[in-house]
């Protein structure tokens, strides 16, 4: 494994992806411990012109090129869902630590793998969650724990937008596309963090698209020990997200759960007084932060400290299975038993 001697850690990206190029990277070059030093694609004046266009000291005609730098540290792993594991095992192979983003896997037993693999390699692996480090969220955990609530009863979740490009790889099931993998999968995971529980079983429908048979509208269940949790999530309806959490005792509803801005403060409501017109309402602030600079810098000093980082493959492991849990639901048409998740 690559011996880490800089205060920052140095970043190779596999491939070109959008959300590496218009988020990530900007994002992570603004971080405090976090540096981007080399970019690779399989098309090499592809890779040059992304490096040139956001000031990228390297460049890679090949992912192999990139892994087989002994200058890069760490690799940030934004490729299509289906290439996720076998270019984060042969990245750690490599001695790099990967940040992959989510979902990491296809399945538990993949996820299982990349556990085999960090363990073996003895890197640092990470599924990019970056809602979970938002300071947005870790109010919202606190405020449950502090019962403002009351007991809480019921979450309820929606994430959609639309496309219906078929040439998109959200929308081929090849390459791991849909609904569920691509957006429902916060849905999933920020209950499961903000109740600290894994739900014990789960019950789901899936509208699939007519040609491209990935799911495009997906809805689900799932009951955890002290409450349900409920969400749609759609790649072919109109942009909108919200969740809510709902107690004995008042609600609360979080404005943009998962794309949160980074320029203009995020909002909090909270009602103790179950007023329909909201009046009364308690709005919480949380100053502009950018959730990827946050992400990387977590992560980079994971590596420099030699600590665990934020999220466990472990915790990915859990999410993955319940992931499942909501496929097999949707195809039996019966309540899906989660138990044994590792």
């Known amino acids: 494994m ?36 080399a970019i690779a694609s399989r098309d090499l004046g592809k890779a040059r012109q992304t490096a040139r266009d956001l000031k990228i000291p390297k460049f890679y005609g090949s992912y192999e090129e990139l892994l087989a730098d002994p200058e890069i540290d760490a690799i940030y792993n934004p490729l299509p869902n289906n290439l996720h594991v076998p270019w984060t095992i042969k990245a750690a192979e490599a001695g790099k630590h990967v940040l992959c983003e989510k979902p990491i896997a296809l399945t538990t037993e993949e996820t299982r793998k990349l556990i085999e693999t960090r363990d073996r390699t003895g890197v640092k692996i990470q599924e990019a969650f970056m809602v979970r480090t938002h300071p947005q969220w870790l109010v919202v955990r606190d405020l449950v724990k502090q019962n403002r609530t009351g007991k809480l009863r019921a979450i309820n979740g929606f994430f959609s937008y639309y496309n219906d490009d078929a040439a998109n790889i959200r929308n081929q099931t090849e390459t791991g596309g849909g609904a569920l993998f691509d957006i429902g999968c916060y849905c999933i995971n920020l209950p499961r963090f903000i109740l600290g529980e894994e739900p014990r079983k789960v019950a789901a429908l899936i509208k699939r698209d007519d040609i491209s048979r990935v799911d495009k509208l997906t809805s689900a269940i799932l009951d955890f020990p002290t409450c349900l949790s409920t969400f749609t999530c759609s790649t072919q309806l109109v942009p909108y997200q919200r969740m809510q959490f709902f107690g004995t005792g008042g609600r609360i509803e979080v404005e943009i759960p998962i794309n949160i801005p980074v320029d203009r403060p995020t909002r909090i409501f909270i009602d103790n007084t179950g007023n329909l017109y909201g009046e009364n309402t308690e709005t919480i602030e949380i100053p502009a932060v950018n959730q990827y600079t946050i992400q990387g810098d977590l992560f980079s000093r994971a590596i420099l400290e030699n600590t665990e980082p934020p999220i466990s493959l472990e915790d990915s492991v859990k999410n993955m299975a319940v992931i499942e849990a909501v496929f097999r639901a949707a195809e039996s048409g019966n309540w899906e038993i989660l138990s044994n998740i590792i």
Request: hydrophobic share 45%; charged share 20%; glycine share 8%.
């Open 2 to 37: 690559t011996k880490i001697m800089a205060k920052k850690i140095r970043w190779g990206v596999l491939g070109a992806a959008k959300i590496a190029v218009t988020k990530v990277i900007p994002a992570m070059r603004q971080g405090t411990y976090s540096e981007i030093s």
